[in-house]
């Protein structure tokens, strides 16, 4: 596999932000009553970090370590505030569904993430295969929560009705508590079948879990894998 396919497959799979490293916990339990905002908040997600991931990998270079997360920051709001003005002029009703999530796309933990991690360390065609693995990581978890949530919560999927007539909604799983509900039922599935997520693996000593940017995570995979 080459490297930019490697870094899809590490975004969607082996880190996804939701389900593995649990990043971005807020949007992805507070935006997916329905698949429809899943699927925007995440669209919004990718566009974010890959637009930002190139532009902090093409001036990585020139920033000074001193502001480098200022610099880094205005950069990715820059971008938040592209999208959020297409978002209220181009989809308006989707926009009021997610409200001020969208603006708080720039505190999100998976943007600035990445661009510390990778972005600023890597060339800009890698970057924005980060970017994009990420970003559809993200997306492929909170559509995942959101699908069961809106199912069984409300019956449809996107909106339309899918479960019969005489199926009784379950209203807590479109509530707050339904989120943390549906996410301990995907992880706990995840467990049962071995799949590990960042706060049950068993890593080396001092390592902060950037497997992205550690030059020694194939050694921690095959350490994992003896052990």
Do not use: W
């Amino acid at each position: 596999m080459n490297k930019n396919m490697e870094r899809i497959y590490n975004g969607i799979v082996k880190e996804n932000p939701v389900f593995i490293m649990m990043l971005g916990m807020c949007p992805a339990l507070a935006v997916t009553t329905s698949v429809t905002n899943a699927l925007g908040m995440g669209a919004c997600t990718i566009a974010v970090l890959v637009i930002s991931n190139i532009v902090i990998s093409l001036v990585r270079n020139i920033i000074p370590d001193e502001v480098r997360l200022p610099a880094f920051i205005v950069i990715v709001a820059s971008f938040v505030t592209i999208v959020e003005l297409v978002m209220k002029a181009y989809f308006v009703e989707l926009n009021a569904s997610l409200g001020v999530y969208i603006p708080l796309i720039v505190v999100n933990c998976i943007i600035l993430g990445r661009a510390e991690a990778y972005a600023s360390k890597n060339a800009p065609l890698l970057s924005a295969m980060d970017g994009i693995g990420m970003g559809l990581g993200f997306t492929v978890g909170i559509v995942a929560i959101a699908f069961f949530r809106e199912l069984f919560g409300n019956g449809t999927v996107c909106g339309f009705q899918v479960m019969p007539s005489f199926y009784p909604p379950v209203s807590l799983l479109v509530k707050a508590p339904g989120a943390f509900l549906v996410l301990g039922f995907i992880v706990m599935a995840m467990n049962a079948m071995n799949i590990k997520t960042q706060a049950n693996k068993k890593v080396e000593e001092g390592c902060d879990g950037g497997c992205a940017a550690c030059g020694v995570a194939d050694t921690c995979d095959k350490k994992e894998a003896k052990a």
